[in-house]
């Protein structure tokens, strides 16, 4: 399913019709709220996207069962990163998420947002690597327990590829205590879910950035039981009265 995925991603460029046939157009589901219905609105936005002299790079791919999550890096008339989540069912796409941003940075520690290691190991402890970022992110970044941050994160060896924080645990605690007139900068509210192929665990979330509905894909890198590295995207979530469909971002 990954590769079927990277093919497809990959057609931005050339706007070849032949990879969108993964997508099953009777029962595809879209949630991307700017994108219509259907693998026709998929091939329409394709072509258009083409006209841009598009790039796409694949960074990152991985599979949970029933879904493919990429990490995703797009030149087109800016430079975007994102994360594309796709469902399948009878081996065809059956559903699509996504969570896209301007590309920024390097950041403080000098990384960009896609640098890092690129394939999933410890294949055995999925599970255990899903339950524990679930954890982490309903109990650090949505319940607001700062204090528990070192239980969950390797201090001496976080690396962090968000464009506007450093490495280690302290810039990301900072990030969390801030605030303007009481509105804290980032308010996580809800985990909608949580995928994870080995060591690489994706959560996908809902909340508030700087005062803005906003949807958060966070992926960690888990190593011997603690967090190590963090890329990210933030996305602003349009006014429903500007949806292409009705389907809903999460």
Not at 121 to 126: C, F, G, H, K, Y
Not at 166 to 177: H, I, K, M, Q
Not at 202 to 215: M, P, Q, V, W
Not at 227 to 232: C, F, G, R, S
Request: proline letters at 3%; glycine letters at 8%; aromatic letters at 10%.
């Amino acid at each position: 399913m990954k590769d079927l995925i990277r093919a497809l991603l990959k057609s931005i460029e050339t706007a070849d019709p032949g990879p969108i046939a993964v997508v099953n157009e009777e029962k595809y589901v879209q949630h991307n709220p700017q994108t219509q219905e259907g693998s026709e609105g998929l091939a329409t936005l394709f072509q258009r996207l083409s006209e841009t002299s598009p790039r796409v790079n694949i960074v990152r791919a991985f599979e949970d069962g029933d879904f493919v999550f990429a990490h995703t890096e797009y030149d087109f008339s800016r430079r975007n990163i994102g994360f594309e989540v796709f469902r399948f069912e009878n081996g065809r796409a059956v559903e699509h998420w996504d969570n896209i941003q301007a590309r920024l940075g390097p950041n403080q520690s000098g990384h960009s947002m896609v640098d890092g290691p690129t394939e999933a190991v410890d294949q055995e402890l999925t599970e255990n690597n899903r339950a524990f970022v679930r954890a982490f992110v309903e109990t650090v970044l949505v319940d607001g327990q700062l204090g528990q941050l070192t239980d969950y994160i390797d201090d001496g060896k976080y690396v962090e590829y968000n464009p506007r924080l450093a490495d280690g645990a302290s810039a990301l605690r900072g990030a969390f205590e801030g605030a303007d007139n009481g509105l804290r900068h980032i308010d996580y509210q809800r985990v909608h879910r949580v995928l994870a192929e080995g060591n690489f665990v994706l959560s996908i979330s809902e909340g508030e950035f700087k005062g803005t509905h906003s949807a958060f894909y966070d992926l960690f890198r888990v190593d011997r039981g603690k967090l190590v590295e963090h890329w990210d995207t933030t996305e602003k979530i349009a006014p429903q009265s500007e949806w292409k469909n009705s389907n809903g971002k999460f």
